[in-house]
């Protein structure tokens, strides 16, 4: 016979033993607790979610940044002198960081679903700490020679913000999970009204945000323009070196209908293709003439360009990982490419039946060919036996030197008013992606301005201009865009908006249900007494299996609102023990 030994069980919970485990190094029972955390882990907690949102929007950039991967290393070697693959370390570090980050991020999440007082390991703390100082490191070191490129950002919104959109509101509704049962289960106070007024702010905005979105490919599928013109840059520098007869060549063999160059003009005025101020990076001349390594490119006469040797660093650089893909034959043809001259290239062009698009570098002041760079340009075409009015030349500056071309199709660089086009006697515009908005195109195409954007190497910026009407683009890797026939997603409006407005009220359902469930859930455990569950959770356990731990509870007085006759009855069928009215049975 014994009486008010009320037995309590201790059930192993491995979930929240691995969570807590991994999250603080609380593996043991004891070491956890369900009070509040303190302000300090709190500070941690806010710390670790910029920490997840700074690489979120990190690991977002480098996703649409493949495109300009090559301008990229082309920039750090003009600062370094070294041609290397910077971006591997950098994806490298980016993935093994975000993944750390997100795992922290989802442990955190988990600790206050379970009502469990965060506590982070110090080992994870300086994790998270390093994790965030690299990653700003790395956004002010690509502001600082990379600025440009955040503007590649606005652009793909206009490829992912409908997925973007429904993905952000479903991690919003999911989390209404922790909002409703951090506000309900608590008294009210300002800080949770404050709590509960920033949800409702963020869901709506999110709600709403489809008003805000410029998708050019959320359009009627028989608006649909052709297909834009594949411009070869540089050739296809991705599967053989830029510039060379053979990149030209793969460049029309993977269709491409135009060829682009950058040319130079030697100090004997032949033009010859290179993009680089010096021939360091992309020629032998630091064996040949190590002297004369650093000098311009333009203070070379022809035969010395020529001897020099302009493939060999492709073969042992790799620069695109593209090398273990080439036959043998292919690569001895790689390794013996010499300079290519701006009339082989055009000879090329004219067999082909395809057009050519010159990026001229006008010589330096002190340069022999300082004046007469266009009549040499002009002397090549000319003997190339290619139409004029299949070459257009980009960069011909100042205006004056405009009106001693006669025949050649010519081009700006830069965004231009459809006035100041017509004013210049210009006939098309070649622009960057960034500088090219759906508006612009549309007003060009309208007033008859041909417009080609540079450069394009991915699917989703091809969709982009394909929708936008674009009707060119030039391109580092025409192998690539040849493998998309279509857009990458095309959706009428009404389409959309049927998805907008479904997926809105579904996620508005769900966040009320879940905020009723909660008030329900709380209040319902709030009409229980706490050693009435826990003695009704007992009874129900029939497994001979399950751990039972019994500490005894000795009241000395009744002050625990149980009436003197109560008694607690042992069963030893099964281990467990209840309270019954009028005495104890054995």
Avoid at 159 to 165: E, G, N
Avoid at 175 to 180: E, K, N, R, T
Avoid at 329 to 347: A, K, W
């Amino acid at each position: 016979m014994v009486k008010h030994q009320p037995l309590q069980v201790y059930e192993k919970q491995v979930f929240v033993s691995f969570v807590t485990g991994i999250y603080g190094c609380r593996w043991k029972r004891y070491q956890r607790s369900q009070e509040d955390s303190s302000r300090w882990e709190c500070a941690w907690f806010i710390i670790l979610c910029s920490s997840f949102f700074l690489l979120l929007f990190w690991t977002y950039f480098w996703l649409v940044a493949q495109n300009d991967f090559n301008e990229f290393n082309w920039s750090v070697y003009n600062r370094s002198g070294e041609w290397r693959d910077e971006t591997i370390p950098i994806l490298t570090s980016t993935t093994v960081g975000f993944s750390y980050i997100t795992f922290l991020m989802i442990l955190a999440l988990f600790h206050i679903s379970l009502g469990q007082q965060m506590n982070l390991y110090w080992v994870h703390k300086i994790g998270v700490l390093a994790t965030l100082i690299t990653t700003i490191s790395g956004v002010v070191t690509v502001d600082d020679i990379w600025g440009d490129e955040w503007d590649i950002l606005l652009v793909s919104l206009q490829s992912t913000a409908p997925f973007l959109h429904l993905g952000a509101l479903a991690t919003v509704t999911a989390i209404s999970w922790l909002v409703a049962g951090y506000v309900v289960r608590r008294e009210r106070s300002n800080f949770h009204v404050m709590v509960l007024l920033i949800y409702i702010v963020i869901l709506l905005a999110l709600y709403l945000a489809p008003l805000t979105f410029t998708c050019p490919c959320i359009m009627d599928r028989h608006s649909l323009r052709p297909r834009p013109d594949i411009i070869g840059r540089r050739g296809a520098p991705m599967l053989a070196p830029e510039n060379t007869m053979v990149s030209f060549n793969r460049a029309l063999q993977h269709g491409a209908s135009s060829l682009e160059a950058d040319v130079t003009i030697s100090v004997d005025g032949v033009p010859f293709l290179m993009r680089d101020r010096t021939l360091r990076r992309t020629t032998d001349v630091s064996k040949v003439f190590p002297a004369r390594q650093y000098d311009d490119a333009s203070f070379f006469n022809w035969t010395e360009i020529r001897s020099l040797n302009a493939g060999q660093w492709f073969l042992e650089s790799d620069p695109y990982w593209t090398v273990e893909t080439l036959t043998a034959r292919d690569r001895s043809r790689i390794g013996n490419q010499t300079v290519c001259s701006l009339v082989e290239m055009l000879r090329l062009a004219a067999r082909a039946n395809s057009s050519a698009l010159l990026d001229i570098r006008k010589p330096p002041p002190e340069h022999p060919r300082y004046r007469s760079w266009f009549m040499d340009t002009l002397w090549a075409v000319q003997k190339a036996g290619i139409s004029q009015k299949r070459v257009r030349t980009v960069t011909w500056t100042p205006d004056t030197d405009r009106g001693r071309v006669r025949g050649l199709q010519q081009t700006a660089n830069e965004k231009l008013s459809v006035e100041e086009i017509r004013q210049r006697g210009i006939t098309s515009l070649t622009l960057h992606y960034s500088k090219a908005s759906h508006k612009d195109i549309q007003e060009y195409l309208a007033n008859n301005v041909s417009v080609t954007v540079y450069p394009v190497n991915d699917p989703w910026l091809l969709s982009v201009l394909w929708c936008s009407g674009v009707p060119s683009v030039s391109s580092d890797a025409p192998q690539v865009l040849r493998k998309v026939p279509y857009p990458i997603w095309l959706m009428s409006q009404n389409a959309y908006n049927f998805i907008w407005i479904t997926s809105d009220l579904v996620s508005l359902a769900v966040v009320i249900g879940i905020f009723c469930f909660q008030k329900w859930r709380m209040s319902g455990m709030q009409n229980y007494n706490p050693e009435q569950i826990m003695l009704s959770a007992v009874t129900r356990r029939s497994s001979r299996d399950v751990n039972i731990m019994k500490e005894k509870l000795i009241f000395s007085e009744l002050n625990n609102g149980l009436s003197s006759t109560e008694e607690l009855s042992l069963y030893p069928e099964n281990g467990y023990a209840r309270y019954s009215d009028g005495g104890v049975s054995d």
